[in-house]
C-alpha cells in the first residue's frame, strides 16, 4: 500500500527559511515522481511543484515559489525534500506531497499525505 | 486557468450535484482530474482521465466533458458527500480550480 508522510513543518521567522521531508513507501521510489501542493488557512489548493525520477532530472516549480523553493530527492532514503527559503506570511499553508500517477497515459495526483503546517510569522 | 462553478452548491441528501470546471482553453480529458476535500483532511482522487473512477469511489460520482467543459456530477448526495470539490489539469503547470463547496 503507498503511504506518504510528510513532516518538518512549524512556525518560522519572515524572511527565514525551512525544509519539509516527504517520505514516501510502497513503491519502487526512485520511479516515483512526487509533487508538492499547498493550501494557505481557508483557501484552495495551489501547486508548489514537482520532481520527477533522477533518471529524468526535470523539477518544475509554481511560479509563486520559483526561485525561492528547490526541490531534491533522496532515493536511498525514499524520500523528497521541499527546501524553502526567502519565506513570507503569504507562505503559511498547510504543505502536502502527492504521488504523481502517470497510470495509462492520464496524469494526476493519486496518493496525498496528510499534510504539515508551515507558519511564517513574527 | 480553471474556472469552477458555482462556488458553494446548497443541497439536500439525496439530491443531484452538477459541478462546472472550465479551461481556459482547451485541455486533454487525460490530464483533468477532480479532488473531494473534507474539512481538516487531504485532498482525495476520485476522477481521473475526466470519467475514470479510482479505487473504491462511489459509482454515483461520475465525471465528463471535453475541450473546455468539464462536469463532476453527483447523482444522489450522501451526508459524507458534503465537502469541497477541486478540478485540476496536469499540463506544462499544474493547475486547479478555485473549489466548489457543496453544501446542506
Known amino acids: 500500500e503507498l503511504q506518504i508522510e510528510e513532516s518538518g513543518g512549524g512556525l518560522v521567522k519572515p524572511g527565514g527559511s525551512l525544509r519539509l521531508s516527504c517520505a514516501v513507501s510502497g513503491l519502487t521510489f526512485s520511479d516515483a515522481w512526487v509533487s508538492w501542493v499547498r493550501q494557505a488557512p481557508g483557501k484552495g489548493l495551489e501547486w508548489v511543484g514537482l520532481?520527477?525520477?533522477?533518471?529524468?532530472?526535470?523539477?518544475d516549480y509554481g511560479a509563486p515559489v520559483e526561485g525561492r523553493f528547490t526541490i531534491s530527492r533522496d532515493d536511498s532514503k525514499n524520500t523528497v525534500f521541499l527546501h524553502m527559503n526567502s519565506l513570507t506570511s503569504e507562505d503559511t499553508a498547510v504543505y502536502y506531497c502527492?504521488?504523481?500517477?502517470?497510470?495509462?497515459?492520464?496524469?494526476?495526483?493519486?496518493?496525498w499525505g496528510q499534510g504539515t503546517l508551515v507558519v511564517v510569522s513574527s | 486557468v480553471l474556472t469552477q462553478s458555482p462556488g458553494t452548491l446548497s443541497l439536500s441528501p439525496g439530491e443531484r450535484a452538477t459541478l462546472s470546471c472550465r479551461t481556459s482553453q482547451s485541455v486533454s480529458s487525460s490530464f483533468l482530474a477532480w479532488y473531494q476535500q473534507t474539512p481538516g483532511q487531504a485532498p482525495r482522487l476520485l476522477i481521473y482521465?475526466?470519467?475514470i473512477r479510482d479505487t473504491g469511489i462511489p459509482d454515483r460520482f461520475s465525471g465528463s466533458g471535453s475541450g473546455t467543459d468539464f462536469t463532476l456530477t453527483i447523482s444522489r448526495l450522501e451526508r459524507e458527500d458534503f465537502a469541497v470539490y477541486y478540478c485540476?489539469?496536469?499540463?506544462?503547470?499544474?493547475?486547479f480550480g478555485g473549489g466548489t463547496k457543496v453544501d446542506i
Open positions: 485540476h489539469h496536469y499540463g506544462d503547470s499544474l493547475t
Open positions: 502527492a504521488h504523481v500517477n502517470t497510470l495509462s497515459g492520464s496524469y494526476f495526483l493519486g496518493q
Open positions: 520532481i520527477k525520477r533522477q533518471a529524468d532530472g526535470t523539477v
Open positions: 482521465g475526466t470519467s
